[in-house]
């Protein structure tokens, strides 16, 4: 994708003069969390850089290289995350050094679907706007389609990787677990969702990648203080009932509480 300015590759004047321009910024956030014995441990990164690689291609903005450390993973031995006050603490210091630079719009573009992560990523992009006015959106790619795509490692999140990276889907060893229903046994397969043997492809994946990336180029091009603040509020009242019933004070407690509930 030889038209995709990277920040990392540009000299200082082809910067200002994007800046200059009124790119937005494009930053990808991804994680290192267990998706099942089907899917990379990357998995949230590869869909974000892939999808912000498309999102700077189509808006001229500048892409910046993609972030892999999260919040709150999955609870797994191979699940990588950074403490929720650390988490939260970047996130708020990198908008800060993208505004310094000069930019005034931002899409942080989250692989990562954890309820205690999208919130955090929520906190400092409305921070950012009261503070300094920079309009942030961060959200998963196929948020802005409704919240009924943002399964786990089950028919969307493998769709798309099967319409990205197909070379990194291993369907088949979910058989080896011995459930039917891959949803039976989320402990074992890591599947929040409808059970991807029977519902991902790659035609799935590209389609709804494409109309998420249309919703995505649209609303760039017309983001406001107005919109966000309404967009946040209500991905913030899907999870209400989510915190009401695991948050006392500890994000990464109040997953841990969740997923033993959930698994049983």
Known sequence: MSNINRYAELHPSELAERIKAGAPAILPWGALEWHGPHLPLGLDGLV???FAERLAERTSGVLFPATW????TLPHALSLELPA????????AILGEVLKVGFQRVAIVSGHYAHPHELLLMDAAEAALSESGLLVLAAPPLALLGEEY?????RWETSQLLALRPDLVRLEWLDDVGVTDARQAPARTAVLGEDPRETATPAQGEAILNEALEAWVQRLDDLS???LTEFYR???AAY???LERYFRGDWEAALETWWQELTG
């Open 225 to 227: 203080a107005a919109w």
């Open 69 to 72: 450390w999260a919040a709150t």
């Open 150 to 154: 943002l399964d786990h490692a089950a």
């Open 240 to 242: 209400n009932s989510w």
């Open 234 to 236: 209500r991905r913030r």
């Open 85 to 92: 006050t650390l988490f939260e603490a970047l996130v708020g």
């Open 48 to 50: 974000a850089e892939a």
